[in-house]
C-alpha cells in the first residue's frame, strides 16, 4: 500500500509538470496581449516598456522555468517563512506576481479561499447529507413510490445547470418572496447573532443550488452500490442468523456499499471547486471562480496559469486519494 | 397447415432483427419512452417551427419591446422587441447542432482512442496515460482560457458565426472524449480475447478488417449510450459557455445567450429566463432519460426479463 502510494506520488509528479507545460503553452500561443486593455493614448515604447516589465520579452522557456522556481520553490519557502517566522534570507526571492493588481497571485488567493471553501464546502457536506439516506432508503425500498420519486429528482437535479436554477431560486425566493439576498455580500463580518443569521441568510441560497447537483450525483451512485449489495449472499447469511432488518441494512449493506461511494465523494471534491465557477457568478460570491473569470478577461496570464494549475493539483491529489482510500476501505483491492 | 403456418411464424421470428429486440426493450421503459417523445418535439419544434411561426428571430419592433406574453408573441418580446418564440427556436437550432456536432467529435476520437488502445497493447499504455492526463486537466476554465484567447482570429478567419461554432465544438469535442474511450478500451480488451476474434485472426483477418468487422460492432451498445450522455453535457456545456459570456454574440443566439440576456430583466420579465432555461433543462432531462432506456435496451442481460 505505502509502496503503491509512492509511485503514484512519483507518478504524480511528471503528470502535473506536462500539465503546467500544456496550460503555459496554451495561453502563450494565444494572441493575447496583456497591454490590450490600456488606454490607445499610451505611446508604442511605454507600451514596449511596460512589456518588458511584465517580463514578457523573455523567451518562452526562461519565462516557463521562471514561472515553475516561483512557483514550486520561492513560494513554498515564504509559507514555510511565514508559519515558521524562521528567516532563510529570502529577500531577493521574487514571487509570481498578478498583471491586473501587481500584488503575489498567492496572496490573492489566500483572501479568496475563505468564500470559496465556505460556500461550496457546505454545499458538499450538506448534499452529501442529504444524498445518502436517500440513496439508502431508494435501494432499500426498490420500485416503491419513494425511489420512483427520488429517481426523478435526482434526474431533474442532474438535467438543471446551476445557471439555470440559480436564477430560478433568485426569482422565486429572492424577487417574489423576498425572503433571501441574491448577492452575496463578501465583505460581512460575523460578529454577533444577528450578524451570523445574515450570513446564513445569504449563504443558503448558493448553497442549495450547489446541494442539488451534488446530491443528485451522490445520491444516484449511492442507490446503485446498495442494489449491488442488497442481492448478495452475505445479506442473506445475516437475515438468517436472526439480525434485525435495521443492523443488516445499517450496519452490514451500508458500511459495503459505503466503500464506492466514498470514492466518489473524494473525486468530486475537484470538480465542485469548477463547477462553483458558474454558481459563483450567478450569485455575485467573490471566491476563486470569480477570480479566474475576471483574470480571462483581463488577459492576466500569471493568475489564470497559477489558478488553473491548483484546480489541476487538486484533480491529481483527489484520484490518489480516492485510490488509496479504496485500497484502504476494501480489503479485496490489492495494488501490490 | 396450422403447423405450417406457426413453423412459418417461428422462423419469422428467428430472423427478427436483434434491433428489434432492443425497441422492445426501450418501449418497457416509460420514461424513456417520454424522453425519446419529448426529443423528437424538440426537434421538430426548433428545426419546423419557423415554417409555422414565420417572425424572424432578428426583426427588430422597438415600439413593441418587453412585452409580456400575448397572442401576438406568445412568449413575450425583448428589449429590442424581438420575438422570443422566434428567438427560442433559433437558440435551440443552435445549441442542438452545437450539441450533435460536439457528441460526434468526442465520439469519433473516443472510439479510435479507445479500440487503438484495448487492440493494439504496444499503444495501450500511451493512450492511455494521455487520457489520464486529459481527466486531469481542469476542463472548465481551460475551455474559457482557449475561448477567451482563440476567439478574435477564428472569427476573423471564418466570419462571426461559423468561427464560434468551430470554436465551440472543438474545444467541447476536444475534451469530452476521454469517458468513451476508457469504456471502449475496457470493452475491446474483454472482447478480444473471446473465441470468435481468435477465430477471426486464424483464418488471416488483417488488423483494419478485425476492428471495423468484428471488434466496433460489439462495442457499438456502451458507444451509443455514451452517445446520448454525451449530447447532454454539450449541451449543458455551451450553455454554461454562453451565460458566462464567452460563447456566442447576442445576435446569434442560443439556449445559454438567451437566459443570459434575460438575466438583466428578471425583476421586469423573468419568463424570459424561465423559457430557455425550461427548453435547456428538459431537453437535458429527457436526453440523459433515453439514455437511461438504452442502457439497459442495449444489455443483453437486462433485455427480455
Redesign the interface.
Known sequence: MLTFTIRRLLMAIP?LL??SL??FL??DL???DPTGSLPLTIPPEVRADIRASLGLDEPIHIRFLLWLQQFFVNEPLNLFEHWTGWDLGGEDRTRVISWQTRSPVVDIIAERMPQTLWVVGTAYIVGILIALPIGIYSAYKQYSVFDQAGT?IT??G????P??SG??V??IFA?QLQWFPSVYDTTHEVTDWDSLVIQLKQMILPVMVLALQITSQISRFMRASMLDNLSQDYVRTARAKGLTESVVVLVHVVRNSMIPVITVIALGV?QVF??A??TE?VFKVNGLGHL??GA??GGDIPT?QT??FI??VL??LF?LIADVLYGILDPRIRYD | MTELTTLEAQTYQKQRNQWWDVWDQFKTHK?ALIGAGFFIFVLLFVYLGPLVWSIDSQYIDIRARNQGPSWAHPMGTDQLGRDMLARLMAGGRTSIAVGLTAMGLALIVGTFVGVIAGYFRRLDGVLMRLT??F????????L???I???R??LRASFGPEAGIFILIVFVIGITSWMPTARIVRGDVLALKEREFVLAARSIGTPPHRMVLRHILPNVLSPIMVSATLGI?TAI?TE??LS??GLGFPSDFPTW?RL??DG?DW??RN?ER??WP?LA???T??SV??IG?GLRDALDPRIRGR
Do not use: C, K
Open positions: 503528470t506536462f500539465i500544456i496550460i496554451i495561453l494565444a494572441p493575447s426523478f434526474m431533474v442532474f438535467s438543471i445547470p445557471f439555470f436564477v430560478l433568485i426569482v424577487v475537484p469548477g463547477g465557477i458558474i457568478q479566474l473569470i480571462i478577461q489564470v489558478l488553473t484546480f489541476a484533480i491529481v484520484n | 420514461g489520464d492526463l481527466l486531469a486537466l481542469p476542463i472548465l476554465p481551460l474559457l482560457v482557449i477567451m484567447l482563440f478574435d482570429p447532454a449543458i450553455s454554461a451565460f458566462l445559454g437566459l443570459f438575466t428578471l425583476q423573468p429566463v424561465i432555461g435547456i433543462s428538459l437535458v432531462l440523459n432519460y437511461d
